[in-house]
Each structure stands twice: as structure tokens, then as C-alpha cells.
């Protein structure tokens, strides 16, 4: 299989979007002759590149992308911290009425845990490498990878489907940090 | 001009159409995408996070395709939609082809 291959579909739609199209209806509804409703349709499709070279949506292009650039957060760091690995998982909720599994990105950075919600841009969880450990227990779910993290305040369940990998990044930046200040870090398993 | 899916295995076959759609949208998007950033509008960070994410959708297609088991399938479906098209374009481009398959079908 060869994910390369030209589609005859794809190529055949790219075309049309890069051309654009444009359908203009008008439509008179009338009884016994005598013009009672009118409609008039507008309908186009066209890459926005296309749009914009013909000048329409050109403010709401503009003004979506600011929209988004003002709107997006960045994970605060410490100073000298650094992004060593991030994955989609989510973290176990027990606390509270509802019980559930709350999404977010973790990030593992060279000092610290961190789940991670973009919008509205909110740290859920967060623990120094220092005196981590890591358990994997039995899932409650076939599709999901559970992990348990245990640190000095207490526990947290975890879950991710990429597991291995984030053991493995985990175990990674836990050694680095350990050979920085001489502790340490057990991944069991 | 028609789709086949597999019969014999209903669930496969439907999420083969399914992820052969979206694969055909995301294509689409990519090329889109390529045209933007040639055109220069976009800011080196729009262009990063857009290439950003257009890769997390392959790599999540792809992801989808292995779990499930349905390469094969995808393909399928993909192939049908291509001939499908390519049925299309054949007559609109040449429109006598349409009248001699209808004759043919009367026959």
C-alpha cells in the first residue's frame, strides 16, 4: 500500500476548491399565477485561498485568526524547565459528587508532572519528579492504560494509551533529574 | 457506480467508509493547507501549529486503521470512490459515452 498514490477523488475536489464554485438560484413561489414568496440562493465553495483572491471573507479570515491567537494559552515553566514529552491521557477524578476520567495533555517537563487543558488553559494536575513512583494497575477498561502515581502528598490514577512510551519518557527524566540532585525515581511494573 | 462494503463483516465495513471519508477530507485539507502557507498570509507560528495538527490527524487515522484492522477495507472503499469519480468525469467529458451505456442497458 502506498499512502502517496493520486487519488482520482481527492484530485478531482482539490481541483474544484481551487477553482471554486458558485450556484445562484432564484425561486418564485406563486398561486393561480400571482407571485406570493420569494427566495434568492447563494450558495459558493472554494479553498479560502480562493475566497480571499476574490476578496470574500477576507474580515472573518482575519478576524477568526486573531480570535484564536488571543485566545491561546501557554503551560507556564519554571525557569531552566523544559518540555521532554507530551501524550492525550486523562486523570482520574474520585474527589466530589461526579467521578470521572477528566481529559487533558500530560506533559512530563525535566522537574514536573502536568496535565494540561489548553482551553481554558488550566494545570489540573501537577508533582515535582522528585519522590515519584510509578505502578501500573489493571485497567477498568479494555482500551485504556492505567497508571497510579504515587508521591508524597498522595496518589492519582492516570490513564493514557500511549503507556509505554510515557513510562519510558517518565523513567528518562527521572533519571536525568536524579543524576541533577540525587534522588530518585522506581518504575515498577 | 456503486460502493460495495463487506457483507460478511458489517462493522468493518461501515467504519471503513467512515475513516475512507475522513481520510479523503483530511487529504483535502492538507493540499488547502499547502496552498495557504505558499501563499505567505499565514504567521510562522499559524504555520506551525497548522502543520502541527494536520500530522496528529494522520498519525490518529492511521492509528484508527491498525486498531481496527481495516487497511484493507479503507482501501477498498477508497478504490470503489476513485472509480466512481473517475465514471464521473468520463461523462461529462464525453457525454455520448452516457447515451451508447443507456442503449446497452435497454437491449
Given at each position: 500500500m502506498n499512502p502517496e498514490r493520486e487519488s482520482c477523488l481527492v484530485e478531482v475536489l482539490d481541483r474544484l476548491?481551487?477553482?471554486?464554485?458558485?450556484?445562484?438560484?432564484?425561486?418564485?413561489?406563486?398561486?393561480?399565477?400571482?407571485?406570493?414568496?420569494?427566495?434568492?440562493?447563494?450558495?459558493?465553495?472554494?479553498?479560502?485561498?480562493?475566497?480571499?483572491?476574490?476578496?470574500?471573507?477576507?474580515?472573518?479570515?482575519?478576524?477568526?485568526?486573531?480570535?484564536?491567537?488571543?485566545?491561546?494559552?501557554?503551560?507556564?515553566?519554571?525557569?531552566?524547565?523544559?518540555?521532554?514529552?507530551?501524550?492525550?491521557?486523562?486523570?482520574r477524578e474520585d474527589e466530589g459528587l461526579i467521578k470521572c476520567w477528566v481529559p487533558?495533555?500530560?506533559?512530563?517537563?525535566?522537574?514536573?508532572?502536568?496535565?494540561?487543558?489548553?482551553?481554558?488553559?488550566?494545570?489540573?494536575?501537577?508533582?515535582?519528579?522528585?519522590?515519584?513512583?510509578?505502578?501500573?494497575?489493571?485497567?477498568?477498561?479494555?482500551?485504556?492504560?492505567?497508571?497510579?502515581?504515587?508521591?508524597?502528598?498522595?496518589?492519582?490514577?492516570?490513564?493514557?494509551?500511549e503507556r509505554n512510551e510515557f513510562e519510558q519518557a517518565l523513567a528518562e527524566a527521572a533519571r536525568s533529574t536524579a543524576a541533577r540532585n540525587e534522588s530518585e525515581l522506581v518504575v515498577t511494573g | 457506480m456503486?460502493?460495495?462494503?463487506?457483507?460478511?463483516?458489517?462493522?468493518?465495513g461501515l467504519l471503513g467508509l467512515?475513516?475512507?471519508l475522513v481520510e479523503i477530507i483530511q487529504e483535502l485539507l492538507e493540499r488547502q493547507a499547502l496552498r495557504r502557507m505558499e501563499s505567505g498570509s499565514l504567521s510562522d507560528c499559524e504555520i506551525e501549529r497548522l502543520g502541527e495538527a494536520l500530522s496528529e490527524l494522520t498519525e490518529a487515522l492511521a492509528k484508527i486503521k491498525s486498531d481496527n484492522n481495516i487497511e484493507d477495507a479503507v482501501q477498498l472503499v477508497r478504490t470503489d470512490l476513485d472509480?466512481?469519480?473517475?465514471?464521473?468525469?468520463?461523462?461529462?467529458l464525453n457525454p455520448a459515452s452516457w447515451n451508447e451505456e443507456s442503449q446497452k442497458e435497454e437491449s
Open positions: 476548491l481551487n477553482k471554486g464554485a458558485v450556484l445562484n438560484a432564484d425561486i418564485i413561489i406563486s398561486v393561480a399565477g400571482i407571485p406570493l414568496i420569494g427566495v434568492t440562493l447563494k450558495a459558493m465553495i472554494a479553498g479560502m485561498e480562493t475566497m480571499l483572491e476574490y476578496g470574500i471573507m477576507e474580515d472573518w479570515d482575519k478576524s477568526s485568526r486573531e480570535l484564536y491567537a488571543s485566545q491561546e494559552t501557554h503551560l507556564p515553566l519554571l525557569p531552566g524547565e523544559q518540555i521532554l514529552y507530551k501524550t492525550f491521557g486523562y486523570l487533558g495533555v500530560w506533559n512530563i517537563t525535566s522537574q514536573r508532572v502536568i496535565l494540561w487543558v489548553k482551553t481554558p488553559g488550566k494545570i489540573l494536575f501537577e508533582t515535582p519528579l522528585e519522590n515519584l513512583r510509578v505502578m501500573r494497575v489493571p485497567a477498568s477498561h479494555e482500551v485504556r492504560k492505567e497508571l497510579e502515581l504515587i508521591y508524597p502528598q498522595g496518589s492519582s490514577r492516570i490513564s493514557l494509551t | 456503486s460502493v460495495n462494503l463487506d457483507e460478511g463483516n458489517l462493522k468493518d467512515v475513516v475512507a472509480l466512481a469519480a473517475e465514471d464521473l468525469i468520463d461523462k461529462f
